[in-house]
């Protein structure tokens, strides 16, 4: 049956079998090497003029999900979007979260550390900018970037002022303790916390790299600090693979989102964020008794006038 004519309820298990291989909930077993960046779920090149009209489907059920959620107000909703550059982060964003509302929505962009950020923990620039029950929050790079930039480039953790004898080799293992320890919290807490690797090939970051700097619309996106960290390549790929397993649980699962094809990355978002929304059994408010008076009332002043 085509996506269209599905029901909602159909629609939000579609999505959940969709996702589902993207989806890691314990990290034990988990390798990076296992997902492929270039992975289409076997839809290929030809499928993607419908891959196109099925993502503004699930635009617009995101878009009447996302309605419900703000008008319960009840559940607020994390999501976290890493990604080495190029990957396809703010296209990513841009395109799944186009149909809903702003009143429900806000993104947050994490650069480096200004110099307040570095005189408080390293969470504290992130915790101020949770949000609030009834929204959506978008995390572009996220405190994540603790166990990932930072580790790569460990000189960093002396510009955070920490104490000396807190820097230890531990310190790690620590930081993924504490991030767990934290969205433990915010779960419990009614935020509901997903997770994106968007997962891009060296190859493939080196073609957008490139195209960048040959269409003159785009130059401001690339800077040679780009290009040398691509000199770390294997660093980050490892990185990512220990934060993965490290943090991965059911509750704050990550998405290891294959890359190379934008399209089917949108596919992929759009559908593990309906498949979060849809289990939460979202729902209009019911209005009691006296309300409905007072909305009787109402009407037959404005039909006397």
Sequence with gaps: MDFAELSLK????RCRDFSAPYRVVDGDSFKLSDIDPADTAKLESEDKPKAK???????????????QLYAQDRWSV?????AMDAAGKDGTIKHVMSGVN??????????????????????????????????????????????????VHEDMLARQKL??????????DERYQDIRNIERYLVRNGTVVLKFFLHVSAEE???RFLARLDDPSKNWKFSMADARERGFWKDYQKAYEQMIRATATKRAPWYVVPADNK???????AAAIIDALGALELAYPEVDAATMAELEAARAVLEQG
């Design 78 to 82: 994390l999501l976290i979007f890493q």
């Design 263 to 269: 399209w089917f990355t949108r596919l992929v978002v």
């Design 102 to 151: 702003p009143q429900g929505c806000q993104v947050y962009s994490f650069k480096g550390p200004s110099a307040e950020d570095l005189d408080h923990d390293y969470m504290w620039r992130c915790i101020k900018c949770l949000p609030e029950r009834g929204r959506i929050g978008i995390f572009n790079r996220s405190y994540y970037e603790e166990v990932l930039v930072v580790k």
């Design 10 to 13: 159909k629609r939000i298990k």
């Design 205 to 207: 970051q080196k073609k």
């Design 53 to 67: 009209e099925v993502l503004q489907l699930g635009v617009e059920t995101l878009a009447a999900l996302q309605d």
């Design 163 to 172: 104490p000396p004898q807190l820097v230890r080799k531990s310190i790690w």
